[in-house]
């Protein structure tokens, strides 16, 4: 059994992608080899209609925690498809599936591999979406240091980032991975938007399945984004205006790496956003019902 999961076209290495070939082989050792008859597909939002033509050479699919939300939906399941266990019931419902199948994601079951540091060396750091490190990592990076809080950025090595995260009192997260496992390693954390990149259903669904409501901070961005959110792996690919981040704002500004509206809006986050962290009860129940679910695929071979 092989593991898919998305790799982006440029080559650059992405926290919540990466995530799945360092947890599943330590979740289920003796499991993986490189025979794609039949693969496994686990963190990621790749419940789609591109999906059975990126997988072309299965001939069985396991779904594990996966969620649906980028391009557009399946008009059906196909057959040859195993869902174990999916993200969430916004997922579930997209895909028609009973409302059982939805867990959550399952880069939760981190805290089952990962020892967290219990001294909280940072206040504050923020993980930006792997879309905006590689565009303006420089001047997040420059960001950060003018508000003394930490920076991650979602192409460090998996264990830097876990390290990094752990050892945070409150991160803020672009990236939902970086907030998947901030919550399974009980560091707080608060929802950020700097564009229209991010993607709201796939925050909603993972927020819905641990019972937080989704209340993202916005942040007007940075002078070096690109004025349309281009690239996009949805099917809404006809470029979004920046209107509600402040088009009009940035259009008149000098192209340098920060702006005082940046700085301002970073500093009212830090002080004012409220942290969320989903309670232990329900982190043990998720938890414990992956576990179940994966303790089934062992079972049954996959």
Known sequence: MKIFYYRRQDGQPNFGDELNTWLWPQLLPDFFDDDDSTQF????????????????DAQRLIIFSSGAGYEQPLSQIPPHWHIACGRGPLSANRLKLPAITAITDGGSLERRCFTADSKKAVSHAFMPHIHHANIADVAWNTLCETMGTGYIDPRWPIEQILQAISTTEVLLAEAMHGAIVADALRTAWIPVVTSPRILSFK?????????????PWRLLPLPSYPK???GLR???RAGWLWTQWGQQTLTHQPMNLLNQSTVDGMASLIKQGRPTLSSDSTLERLTTQLEDALSSLKQSGG
């Open 228 to 230: 349309y959110a281009r």
């Open 234 to 236: 949805s099917s809404l």
């Open 203 to 215: 925050w909603q669904d993972w927020c819905a399945s641990i019972g937080v409501p989704y209340q």
């Open 41 to 56: 597909i686990g963190t990621g939002t790749l419940l789609n209609h591109r999906l059975p033509e990126r997988t072309t």
